[in-house]
């Protein structure tokens, strides 16, 4: 009896305070000191940005999906051993058209909210704003660029993080689209380039008709933030949805893209009509995702079909050899967004069971060479054993981070979130250290750990 009760405290005892992450957290606040336990180290200089969503409601329509919540930036300034914060929602127009009706703004969401928002058809599609972009961020000479998986961004103050600027995609110049196509999507995780320009991705689909799709690489300049530098391209049957790329650098003869063309397309006509990516997305069975290397000066491409498989984020991509290119990124066999589900993300035994009970769908880092004369692929699962991570049913790690100096080149290790650490529950979040030259194969060899403390992906202040 005794037994059995401590079981039971002690799972009780897990996921505390984790469904909170999907409560609305309206507060704004403004440079305060933040109290704190411990010391800050003295080269700790500098500001810290992180966004995410935080409001999920508006009037009487709720968001059903974690990554449809209303844009929130927050910033820790670190000085003289002391932190100051400032947490303020992105300016955008999508919450400020939902404010002033106080209901949800028409525009894509990854799920339709509950009740359903007023559809006001195609017309109202073209003219709904798109910019709630909360998922990543980049400096861009001296605003601070809010980012999702479209070409569109906001600006904000890195000193107050008020409004600067909208850049809308579809009204950049030197777009360079096939005819018909529409710039509908693109990369959330673009490259900081030497000269301060950033390097992404974009997608551009066709609303009907014959022709082709395109993916293109493209370079934003810090001076000018309103128009494409498209470096290379190349036109598909039907464009992928990619929310990250790889990227090699200082490799002889020129750096190269490397484009995971999963089996995840746009139907343009079925977004417009129901405006969710739940909608638009079509997963044909049976397609092969194609990895294509892209030069960046231009000069030829190879493209190698290999099995289905879904990705969401790069840990690195590099030069393995005269021929070759190599990269390390996070697969599985179904697509994550499904997994984000308001449902799923508020019920304990929804989400920890989810992957086993969509055919084993956890995230795997996976290892793939290419060899560029052969067209030969090779794979290779990195952490394919539960131990070699300290986890009891998956080595289930994304959101990478590596040294700069290691970005793009061949390397020994990364830290990642790491979930279901230690424990059979997702929610068991940590930031690990793997180890990719351990003797007898990759492992995790640091973790960083707290019961009911759910960490975001780490981020590394040089000494």
Sequence with gaps: MRVALVAAVLAFSEDVGYERLMEDALDEVADVEVTMSGS????AV????????????????????VFDGFAKVHKWSFKNGKVRFTSKFLPSEFLNNSLAKNAVDWGVLAQETDPPRRNPGPIGFLKAPNDNQGVNMVKLGSTL???????TFLGVDPETL????????????????????VCSQGSAHPYTMEDGSYLS??????LAGPGKERMALYRIHPENHAVMDTLAYFDVPRASYSH????????????????????????????????????????????????HVVPLDGTEQVAVETRPFFFSHFANSWSSGPKKVSFDVAIASAL????????????????????AENNNSYSTTVRFEVDLETKQVTEKELLPKGEACQSEIWCQLDLYKIHPDDEGKDYCGF????????????????????????????????????ENVYPSEPTFVPK
């Design 415 to 450: 830290w990642a979130w790491h979930t279901f650490a230690n424990s059979t529950a997702f929610s068991s979040w940590a930031v690990s250290r793997v180890d990719l030259c351990a003797p007898g194969g990759a492992r995790v060899v640091a973790m960083w750990k707290q």
């Design 40 to 43: 800050i180290p003295s080269y």
């Design 201 to 206: 991705l974009r997608e551009a689909n066709k």
């Design 162 to 181: 008020d409004f600067k600027e909208q850049v809308k995609g579809l009204e950049m110049a030197n777009q360079s689209n096939p005819l018909g196509d």
């Design 244 to 291: 990250s790329f790889g990227m090699t650098r200082g490799r002889p003869g020129g750096d190269l893209a490397v484009v995971l063309a999963q089996p995840v397309y746009t139907n343009l006509v079925k977004l417009m009509s129901k405006a969710t990516m739940q909608a638009g997305f079509e997963t044909p069975e049976g397609v092969g995702t194609m990895i």
């Design 336 to 355: 994550f967004m499904g997994f984000f589900d308001m449902g799923i993300q508020t019920n304990k035994t929804r989400r920890d069971n989810w992957f």
């Design 145 to 151: 660029e809010l980012l999702s998986d479209t070409t």
């Design 46 to 65: 500098g500001s810290f940005f992180l966004t995410g969503p935080g409001r999920f409601s508006m009037g009487k329509e709720k968001m059903t999906h």
